[in-house]
């Protein structure tokens, strides 16, 4: 198991190295310039939009219901265990460099949104199917489906065996153990030997199978139930977490300028910030920011705009308005409260020997004003929540993704989907490190053919852009002469 690990790390530092870093985040530059920073310009008109659904659009959902089913597989375990996981890496400068990565990657989503609608199919019977394979396949030509399948591969993929089902329903059960029996006290079994060993107690075994059992109801209903209980669950589960994470700063508001100096300086100098208490470096810092910013809000991936092209509408670049919110949403809101609230109560340190969802866990048990199983009951339900709608946003993606490999054949999407509820399934007996190292190897391949893609077609969002606001401008001359 330690020589598997090993050349998972190995495999993994050379994926999300400096090269791929620059490469997300200088696509994400690009197309802010040439969006002209849209996204501070006209961020309120895409909250606006994010809301009002538009009428006569072909498609399978509402805009807010693709949005949510998006947002359902952003908001994860990503903005809880991810930023707790970067952090304790890269110091809190990772939480720096993930907010710029998501600033940038904005302008990253808009564009994958954009390119979603105006290259989507949609047959006689309102199925749309879209995304990064469609918008290669017709944007930039037959020459190049190959990469189209490339991405609709590890897509497929991804969802499978990486960010959609193991890292979730593992943080699930992490954090129902930590909370039900922290102890220990009701171990069946053990996997694996000596410091990899993992022991595996009633708790999680019972929280394994009902998330299962849960996720395969609603899976089989496919992207219509997908969507409905999206659109319940995720407005919930994001307004209640940001809720208490607003306490917990209130709470502690003589240390937020603290924590926000600690960041910022971290970020360019993580040993003259912390008095040489960590290892950290700058690259340190950067790599794990961007990486598991990445993971969190999904800029650049292409996985969101698989659930924008279902959308009701006809504009595309009010659509990628609305996708763009989702970066906002994930990471400039949620994962800026998670990360505050780990480095104000200083739950980050070495020294306390805490990995993954218990970093995050003592945050809001030193930080809220609450007796600590309130707080640690609090944190285990927002995570599940947050958990359990990424694993059927994922299934969604990954179905959508091999329908386009296989040419739509129904039996392979089938097939896939009783898969996708086997790998929840065992998901909780893996370890942590080894869960998110394949998550993270995954998330990278699957990034690079939709980078090439936006850097091609960046001129047609620009065009578009130009367009639909140009127009936009007309129509409301017209209004005021009129």
Same mark, same amino acid.
Not at 66 to 93: E, F, K
Not at 214 to 227: D, E, P, Q, S, T
Not at 383 to 396: R, V
Not at 429 to 447: E, G, P
């Given at each position: 198991?330690?020589?598997?690990?090993?050349?998972?790390?190995?495999? #993994?530092?050379?994926?999300?190295?400096?090269?791929?870093?620059?490469?997300?985040?200088?696509?994400?530059?690009?197309?802010?310039?040439?969006?002209?920073?849209?996204?501070?310009?006209?961020?309120?008109? +895409?909250?606006?939009?994010?809301?009002?659904?538009?009428?006569?659009?072909?498609?399978?959902? @509402?805009?807010?219901?693709?949005?949510?089913? &998006?947002?359902?597989?952003?908001?994860?375990?990503?903005?809880?265990?991810?930023? &707790?996981?970067?952090?304790? +890496?890269?110091?809190?400068?990772?939480?720096?460099?993930?907010?710029?990565?998501?600033?940038?990657?904005?302008?990253?989503?808009?564009?994958?949104?954009?390119?979603?609608?105006?290259?989507?199919?949609?047959?006689?019977?309102?199925?749309?199917?879209?995304? *990064?394979?469609?918008?290669?396949?017709?944007?930039?030509?037959?020459?190049? $489906?190959?990469?189209? $399948?490339?991405?609709?591969?590890? /897509?497929?993929?991804?969802?499978?065996?990486?960010?959609?089902? !193991? @890292?979730?329903?593992?943080?699930?059960?992490?954090?129902?153990?930590?909370?039900?029996?922290?102890?220990?006290?009701?171990?069946?079994?053990?996997?694996?030997?000596?410091?990899?060993?993992?022991? !595996?107690?009633?708790?999680?075994?019972?929280?394994?199978?009902?998330?299962?059992?849960?996720?395969?109801?609603?899976?089989? /209903?496919?992207?219509?139930?997908?969507?409905?209980?999206?659109?319940?669950?995720?407005?919930?589960?994001?307004?209640?977490?940001?809720?208490?994470?607003?306490?917990?700063?209130?709470?502690?508001?003589?240390?937020?300028?603290?924590?926000?100096?600690?960041?910022?300086?971290?970020?360019?100098?993580?040993?003259?910030?912390? /008095?040489?208490?960590?290892?950290?470096? !700058?690259? #340190?810092?950067?790599?794990?920011?961007?990486?598991?910013?990445?993971?969190?809000?999904?800029?650049?991936?292409?996985?969101?705009?698989?659930?924008? +092209?279902? &959308?009701?509408? $006809?504009?595309?670049?009010?659509?990628?308005?609305?996708?763009?919110?989702?970066?906002?949403? #994930?990471?400039? !809101?949620?994962?800026?409260?998670?990360?505050?609230?780990?480095?104000?109560?200083?739950?980050?340190? *070495? =020294?306390?020997?805490?990995?993954?969802? =218990?970093?995050?866990?003592?945050?809001?048990?030193?930080?809220? *004003?609450?007796?600590?199983?309130?707080?640690?009951?609090?944190?285990?339900?927002?995570?599940?929540?947050?958990?359990?709608? @990424?694993?059927?946003?994922? #299934?969604?993606?990954?179905?959508?993704?091999?329908?386009?490999?296989?040419? /739509?054949? $129904?039996?392979?999407?089938?097939?896939?989907?009783?898969?996708?509820?086997?790998?929840?399934?065992?998901?909780?007996?893996?370890?942590?490190?080894?869960?998110? @190292?394949?998550?993270?190897?995954?998330?990278?391949?699957?990034?690079?053919?939709?980078?090439?893609?936006?850097?091609?077609?960046?001129?047609?969002?620009?065009?578009?852009?130009?367009?639909?606001?140009?127009?936009?401008?007309?129509?409301?001359?017209?209004?005021?002469?009129?």
């Amino acid at each position: 198991m330690d020589q598997f690990m090993n050349i998972l790390t190995v495999i #993994d530092n050379h994926i999300w190295g400096i090269p791929l870093c620059v490469l997300i985040i200088g696509c994400g530059i690009w197309l802010t310039l040439r969006v002209r920073l849209l996204q501070l310009r006209h961020l309120g008109r +895409a909250l606006k939009y994010m809301v009002q659904n538009e009428s006569g659009g072909e498609g399978e959902v @509402t805009s807010f219901g693709a949005l949510c089913t &998006a947002l359902s597989a952003t908001i994860g375990t990503g903005n809880i265990v991810g930023v &707790a996981t970067a952090i304790a +890496a890269g110091g809190p400068g990772a939480l720096f460099w993930m907010e710029l990565a998501a600033f940038f990657g904005m302008a990253t989503k808009y564009s994958e949104g954009l390119l979603a609608i105006k290259y989507r199919t949609v047959d006689k019977n309102g199925h749309a199917l879209g995304g *990064p394979f469609y918008y290669i396949e017709r944007g930039m030509g037959k020459n190049w $489906k190959w990469l189209a $399948k490339t991405f609709a591969f590890l /897509g497929a993929t991804a969802g499978l065996l990486g960010i959609g089902t !193991i @890292t979730q329903v593992n943080g699930i059960t992490s954090a129902a153990q930590n909370f039900f029996d922290p102890e220990m006290s009701h171990v069946v079994f053990t996997i694996g030997q000596g410091d990899s060993a993992a022991a !595996i107690t009633v708790t999680t075994i019972v929280a394994g199978v009902l998330v299962t059992l849960a996720a395969a109801l609603v899976i089989i /209903g496919g992207i219509k139930r997908i969507a409905s209980v999206s659109q319940i669950i995720v407005p919930f589960m994001a307004i209640s977490y940001v809720a208490f994470a607003l306490i917990l700063l209130f709470c502690n508001l003589s240390a937020l300028p603290g924590a926000v100096v600690t960041v910022v300086t971290s970020a360019f100098a993580p040993q003259a910030a912390l /008095g040489g208490v960590i290892g950290a470096t !700058i690259k #340190d810092a950067i790599q794990n920011g961007v990486a598991r910013g990445i993971f969190s809000n999904e800029a650049g991936l292409g996985s969101a705009p698989i659930a924008a +092209a279902a &959308a009701q509408t $006809k504009e595309p670049v009010r659509q990628g308005l609305v996708t763009m919110t989702g970066t906002f949403i #994930d990471t400039i !809101i949620v994962c800026t409260m998670t990360g505050l609230s780990i480095v104000l109560t200083e739950s980050w340190l *070495p =020294e306390l020997g805490l990995q993954g969802v =218990e970093i995050t866990s003592r945050a809001f048990q030193v930080g809220l *004003p609450f007796p600590t199983q309130v707080s640690a009951f609090v944190l285990m339900m927002c995570l599940i929540f947050f958990a359990f709608t @990424t694993i059927l946003g994922w #299934d969604y993606y990954g179905e959508r993704c091999l329908e386009y490999f296989t040419g /739509g054949s $129904k039996i392979a999407v089938k097939c896939y989907r009783w898969l996708y509820i086997a790998a929840v399934f065992v998901g909780p007996y893996l370890t942590v490190a080894a869960v998110w @190292t394949i998550a993270d190897i995954f998330n990278a391949l699957m990034a690079i053919p939709n980078i090439i893609a936006l850097l091609a077609l960046s001129g047609v969002v620009a065009r578009e852009t130009r367009e639909y606001f140009l127009k936009d401008r007309q129509r409301q001359l017209y209004r005021q002469r009129h």
